[in-house]
C-alpha cells in the first residue's frame, strides 16, 4: 500500500545531511525564493534542496505514520482527529515542498535527482491545493470515509454484525436470500459516504490541477513511468481475457446448475452475490460449487491449518520461515511484538489488512484481522512480503524507498504464496500425501477461481475512479457507471435493483480510503512472471503450478537484489534484474493455467459463453 503502508518507507530516515542549505523550515524557503526567483538555482542547490526535503519528510513522515497506525488499531472519534491533524500536516508539508520544486524544472541534472523531484509529486495519494482551510477540510473527509468504513456494521438474522460476519455468510451460505442479505446489508455502510466522497475528489482535483496534471487521475497514472499506461494495462487485460472469459462461463453453468435459472441465468452477467465474495473479486469459496468430477485426491487448507494447530502468529510464522529459507533475514522481535494478528474482541480496529514500515528501517509490522484459513494464509504471505520489500530497500535514501511501482510491492507475497504447493505443504508437515497428476486440474481450479476470477475486478476498480475523477462520471451517475464497469469486465450484475442512494463503489476499501487498485491487477500478472522466472531458473521442468522455490537460496538472492533497489531505478531496470525483461507481460498467467484453459475449453463446447 502507499504512504502510510509500504509508501511510508519512501521517506527514509536520512543519515548525514553535510551540505544543506539554510531550507530547513518553510518560512527560511520562502525568503531565499523570493531572493532567488530571478536567477536559475544551480544543481548544487538542487541537490540541497532534495536532501532537506527528505529530511523534512522523514521527520514528518514517523509522526504521521505513528498517528494513522493508531487510529487504525483503535478507530475512535479522537484518533480519527489526531489522524486528520496529521494528514493535513503531512499534506501542507509535502505540496509545499511539490511547489518549491518547480523552480528547479529548468535545472540541467542526471536523471537520478530529476526522479526525486518528480516522486515529491507522487506522495500523497490526494493532493490538496495551496489552500489551509481545503487542506484540513480534505483531511477530515479522509478520516471519517475511513473511520465509516472500519467502524461500519449491518444486521444479520435480526442481530449486529461486522464485514467479517457478513464475509463469512458470503463465503459459506448457499441460500440466495441469506446471501442478499449479507450482501446487501453490507452496502448500506456506503450509503453516507457519497457526498463526501465527491467533495473530496472536488478538492483533490483542484490540488492535482495546481501540481501540473490533468486531474488525480493523470497523477496516479503518472507515478507508473509509463506513456500509456492505462494503453498498457488493457494490452495486458487482453492477454489473459480469453481465460477469464473460459472460467467465467463455466462458473456460470456450474451456478446455474446448483440455483437454477430463476437465481441464474445461463447467459447472462452473473449476479454478484453468489460467488464467494463480497465484491465477487475472487471466488475461491465456490470451489465446492464449479469443480470437476470426481475430486477425491485434493485437500482443503483450511482443514488442514486448523487440524495442525495453526493460528495467525503461526501462520505468519510459516511466511517468515519461507523468506528465510531464500536467504532473507528474519522478522525482527518487533514485528511479533508490535503487529496486530487477530481483531481485539473490545475496540474497533481498521480489519483490512495492511503492512507498514513506521521508521523507514526495521520497525515493519502488519494488521490483519486474521482467520485460520486457507486464504488468510495466502494474504498473511502478501502482507509479509510488503514488509520483506520494506526492509529489503531500507538503505535507499527517502525518495528511493518504495515499490519499483505499486504492482511489484503487491506481488511479492502473492509470489511466494504460489510456492505453496502440495509438495511443500508436505515438507511442512501440512499435508501426509502429495496429491497425484489427476489433482492438477482441481488444484489449478483452485488457484483460478482466487487469481484468474481476480484479473477484470483488479481493472475496472481504477476505470470507474479515473472517470469520477476526470469529471466524465460526475455523483449523480456514480453508481450506475460501477454496475456498468462491473458487468463489462467481469461479467458480473448486481443481483437486485440498487437504491437512488446507493453508493456501492463505497462498500469496497480502496474507495473511502483512496488506496489505488491498479496495483493489483499489475501484481496479478507479475506475480506469475515471477513465478516462472524463479522456476526455470530452479531448473524446475513440470508444470508450473508444481513448482515450489522453497529453501533455494540463488533464486533468492537474485529476487532480494531486485527488491533492494526499491524506486531508485526505473521499474524496468528492477524487472529485469528479476527477470531478464523490460516488460510485463501476461503470457506466465496463460502458461501457468494452460492445461485448465484446455479443460475449460472442454466442458464449454456445448455451452454459450459471454453476457
Ligand atoms: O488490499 C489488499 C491487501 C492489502 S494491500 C490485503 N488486496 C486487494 C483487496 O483485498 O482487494 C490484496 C488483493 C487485492
Ligand atoms: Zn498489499
Not at 404 to 411: C, D, S, T
Not at 479 to 500: F, M, S, T
Request: overall charge negative; charged content about 25%.
Amino acid at each position: 500500500m502507499r504512504n502510510m503502508k509500504s509508501g511510508l518507507s519512501k521517506l527514509a530516515i536520512l543519515t548525514a545531511a553535510s551540505m544543506v542549505m539554510a531550507a530547513c523550515s518553510p518560512a527560511t524557503n520562502d525568503a531565499r525564493v523570493a531572493v532567488q526567483a530571478e536567477r536559475t538555482p544551480t544543481l548544487a542547490e538542487a541537490q540541497a534542496f532534495i536532501l532537506d526535503a527528505e529530511k523534512q519528510l522523514d521527520a514528518e513522515g514517523l509522526a504521521y505514520g505513528r498517528a494513522l497506525w493508531v487510529q487504525a488499531n483503535f478507530v475512535t472519534t479522537d484518533t480519527n482527529q489526531l489522524a486528520a491533524s496529521a494528514d493535513e500536516k503531512f499534506t501542507l508539508l509535502t505540496v509545499d515542498l511539490a511547489t518549491k520544486a518547480k523552480r528547479f524544472n529548468d535545472v540541467e541534472m542526471p536523471a537520478e535527482l530529476r526522479r526525486k523531484f518528480n516522486k515529491l509529486k507522487f506522495l500523497l495519494d490526494l493532493p490538496a491545493p495551496q489552500n489551509k482551510e481545503r487542506t484540513a477540510e480534505l483531511a477530515t473527509i479522509k478520516a471519517n470515509l475511513g473511520a465509516t468504513y472500519a467502524t461500519g456494521k449491518l444486521t444479520l438474522d435480526g442481530k449486529e454484525a461486522t464485514l467479517g460476519d457478513a464475509s463469512d455468510v458470503l463465503a459459506r451460505e448457499r441460500d440466495p436470500a441469506k446471501l442478499l442479505e449479507a450482501w446487501n446489508g453490507w452496502r448500506e455502510v456506503s450509503v453516507p459516504m457519497k457526498d463526501q466522497y465527491a467533495r473530496m475528489v472536488e478538492i483533490a482535483n483542484e490540488g492535482a490541477i495546481e501540481m501540473g496534471f490533468d486531474d488525480i487521475g493523470g497523477m496516479w497514472r503518472g507515478q507508473y513511468e509509463m506513456e500509456d499506461f492505462a494503453g498498457e494495462a488493457d494490452r495486458l487485460w487482453g492477454q489473459v481475457k480469453p481465460l477469464y472469459d473460459s472460467l467465467h462461463c463455466h462458473v456460470r453453468a456450474k451456478l446455474n446448475e446448483n440455483y437454477g435459472d430463476e437465481v441464474v441465468s445461463k447467459t447472462e452477467a452473473i449476479p454478484a452475490h453468489l460467488l464467494g465474495n463480497m465484491w465477487a473479486q475472487s471466488w475461491g469459496n465456490i470451489y465446492d460449487m464449479v469443480k470437476p468430477e470426481g475430486d477425491a485426491k485434493t485437500f482443503d487448507l483450511t482443514e488442514r491449518l486448523v487440524a495442525n494447530g495453526y493460528d495467525a502468529r503461526k501462520m505468519a510464522g510459516a511466511a517468515d520461515d519461507f523468506f528465510q529459507s531464500l536467504g532473507f533475514e528474519p522478522l525482527p522481535d518487533t514485528f511479533w511484538e508490535r503487529s496486530l494478528f487477530v481483531k481485539p474482541r473490545d475496540r474497533e480496529v481498521q480489519c483490512h489488512a495492511s503492512a507498514w514500515n513506521l521508521d523507514a528501517k526495521d520497525d515493519i509490522r502488519i494488521k490483519m484481522c486474521t482467520k485460520v484459513n486457507g486464504e488468510d494464509f495466502a494474504t498473511m504471505h502478501h502482507e509479509v512480503g510488503h514488509n520483506i520489500y520494506q526492509r529489503a530497500y531500507k538503505h535507499q535514501s527517502g525518495l528511493d524507498q518504495g515499490g519499483a511501482h505499486g504492482g511489484f510491492h503487491e506481488a511479492i507475497g502473492d509470489m511466494i504464496a504460489l510456492s505453496i504447493t502440495p509438495e511443500y505443504l508436505k515438507t511442512i508437515g501440512l499435508i501426509d500425501e502429495v496429491p497425484s497428476a489427476d489433482a492438477d486440474i482441481p488444484l489449478l481450479m483452485k488457484q483460478a477461481l482466487e487469481k484468474v476470477a481476480f484479473l477484470p475486478f483488479g481493472l475496472m476498480v481504477d476505470q470507474w475512479r479515473w472517470k469520477v475523477f476526470s469529471g466524465e462520471v460526475t455523483p449523480a451517475g456514480y453508481n450506475d457507471a460501477w454496475w456498468q464497469l462491473r458487468e463489462k469486465y467481469q461479467g458480473v450484475k448486481a443481483p437486485n435493483e440498487r437504491p437512488a442512494d446507493a453508493f456501492d463503489p463505497g462498500a469496497k476499501y480502496h474507495i473511502p480510503n483512496n488506496t489505488s487498485y491498479t496495483r493489483y491487477f499489475l501484481a496479478h500478472i507479475l506475480q506469475f512472471q515471477f513465478h516462472q522466472t524463479a522456476c526455470e531458473d530452479a531448473g524446475w521442468e513440470g508444470p508450473l503450478h508444481r513448482c515450489s522455490i522453497y529453501g533455494n537460496k540463488e533464486v533468492g538472492a537474485k529476487f532480494k537484489a531486485m527488491q533492494e533497489l526499491g524506486s531508485s531505478k526505473p521499474w524496468p531496470d528492477a524487472l529485469e534484474v528479476f527477470t531478464g525483461t523490460r516488460e510485463m507481460n501476461g503470457s506466465s498467467v496463460v502458461a501457468y493455467f494452460a492445461p485448465l484453459k484446455e479443460w475449460l475449453d472442454e466442458q464449454n463446447k456445448n455451452r454459450s459463453c459471454g453476457w
